[in-house]
């Protein structure tokens, strides 16, 4: 769906940006140009950062250093609600004893509207956000989806040009995230809003976002479209954070690949990408594959096989040109986050 012609979103400047709580630096020198009506995803490890850049964008958190502006204007000193920009927040943050009509309106009536506008406009939001018919109800009365919804509404109400989206959907089960992902990314577009949102999994920024923004230990380890970030990975960190979590030394530094893009050769065939000659040391069955551990070496990597392989045999596997990820080196710091990135 493409952006309606009355796109209210407005582009964003963060120049140099550095953040620190005391003497804790925690971003770093961050540049980054958002345009309007951009969804950007700010994906990273926990305490990377991410909602840290996310706040100092609002206006809750000062920056030590840099600029940001939005449409031009510099709104670093600017108070959080002078900056055209609503938040939603990972908890929702709804007043357990505030109504959903109420809680949507709280922005309007902030701003000093009259009644008859409010009410006119939460009904306008209760539409948009299918909650029709539910603005006596309190957040205990609402299923988990509805609540977020209820935050996007209170966030969209005061029709801002940029939303700021802190994990929003971290609270909502699988099967419900899916959809809310979908809404989200029409809503968006619909309104053609300038969007940046936090999260630390890779596959909703990479459903959501027009580009990724993945940081490290608060500075941008690489920013592009999702596809970019998948087939050319800038370095090891980002290439481990987004499932090329095998690796595999060779003489001028690492090869990293996904266990679903690597392959156990048949005896004779040949590849165009590096082969290993390795032995299987566990097999698994993991729904419609299975997933056999592969040493080589000192080193042990995941790959998906069609068909169960036993222990002990002895294979070639195979990595694709296009999938093998070669960097120097991988920073230590990589290893840490591996567990975390899996299980997100
Ligand atoms: N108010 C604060 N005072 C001191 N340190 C803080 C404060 N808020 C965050 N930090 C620290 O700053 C670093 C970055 O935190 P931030 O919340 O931005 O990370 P994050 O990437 O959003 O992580 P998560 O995914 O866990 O929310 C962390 O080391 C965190 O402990």
């Given amino acids: 769906m493409e952006a309606s012609p009355s796109r209210r979103g407005t582009d964003l400047t963060i120049e140099g940006l550095a953040v620190a709580y005391g003497r804790t630096r925690v971003l770093h020198e961050v540049s980054l140009a ?54 939603v927040f990972q908890s929702y943050a709804l007043w357990p ?32 956000l299918r909650l029709e018919g539910l603005g006596a109800r309190l957040p205990a009365q609402l299923s988990g989806g509805q609540r977020q919804r209820v935050a996007m509404g209170r966030a969209l ?40 949102h936090v999260t630390h999994d890779r596959e909703e920024a990479m459903i959501l976002a027009d580009r990724i923004v993945v940081l490290e230990e608060g500075r941008i380890a690489q920013a592009g479209p999702p596809e970019e970030l998948w087939h050319r990975p800038a370095n090891a960190y980002v290439a481990d954070f987004l499932g090329a979590t095998n690796r595999l030394t060779v003489s001028d530094g690492v090869v990293m690949f996904r266990p679903e893009e690597a392959r ?31 040493r080589l070496g000192a080193e042990e990597v995941l790959v998906d096989v069609p068909e169960r392989i036993a222990p002990g045999v002895a294979v070639r596997l195979g990595i694709p040109a296009a999938a093998a ?20």
């Fill in 34 to 87: 958002v345009q309007a009506g951009e969804f950007v995803a700010l994906l990273g490890p926990s305490g990377c950062g991410k909602t840290t850049l996310l706040r100092a964008i609002a206006g809750f958190v000062q920056p030590s250093a840099g600029r940001i502006l939005a449409g031009g204007r510099d709104i670093t000193t600017a108070p959080p609600e002078k900056r055209g920009a609503a938040m």
């Fill in 157 to 196: 109400a005061v029709d801002p040009e940029i939303l700021l989206l802190d994990e929003p959907m971290s609270n909502l089960d699988a099967r419900v995230r899916e959809g809310v992902r979908h809404e989200l990314r029409a809503l968006q577009q619909a309104l053609g809003i300038t969007a940046i």
């Fill in 97 to 128: 004893h505030m109504s959903v009509a109420k809680t949507i309106g709280y922005g309007l009536s902030v701003r000093g509207w009259d009644k008859a506008r409010i009410a006119a406009r939460v009904e306008d939001m209760l539409r948009l």
């Fill in 325 to 344: 990820h070669r960097f120097p080196d991988m920073p230590a710091s990589s290893q840490r986050h591996r567990d975390y990135a899996e299980a997100g």
């Fill in 264 to 294: 156990v050769l048949a005896a004779g065939a040949t590849l165009d990408g590096p082969v290993f000659e390795g032995t299987v040391a566990h097999c698994a069955y993991a729904g419609g594959r299975w997933r056999a551990a592969i």
